[in-house]
């Protein structure tokens, strides 16, 4: 199991009035080894540590992509 990393790249207001920081971060595990693969369930495990940690749910925001959320993995 890998762990990775998640950054928010840039601020910014989302359509259901809540804002993303620039520099909001957050750390999950994730069973495979590609992040984002479209809507699978790498970035959907990136969703989910997003709703758990924030209470923010960026594909319903249009904002779970990799020009606002930036990946890497640390372990």
Not at 25 to 50: H, M, R
Request: hydrophobic share 45%; glycine share 12%.
């Amino acid at each position: 199991m890998a762990l990775f990393k998640a950054t928010i790249t840039r601020t910014e207001r989302l359509p259901d009035g809540n804002i993303l920081e620039k520099g909001m971060t957050l750390q999950y595990s994730y069973i495979g080894v590609f992040p984002w693969d479209g809507n699978g369930p790498g970035t959907e495990a990136i969703n989910n540590a997003f709703l758990r940690v924030f209470g923010i749910d960026l594909k319903a925001n249009f904002a779970l992509h990799s020009g606002m959320v930036h990946v890497e993995k640390i372990g």
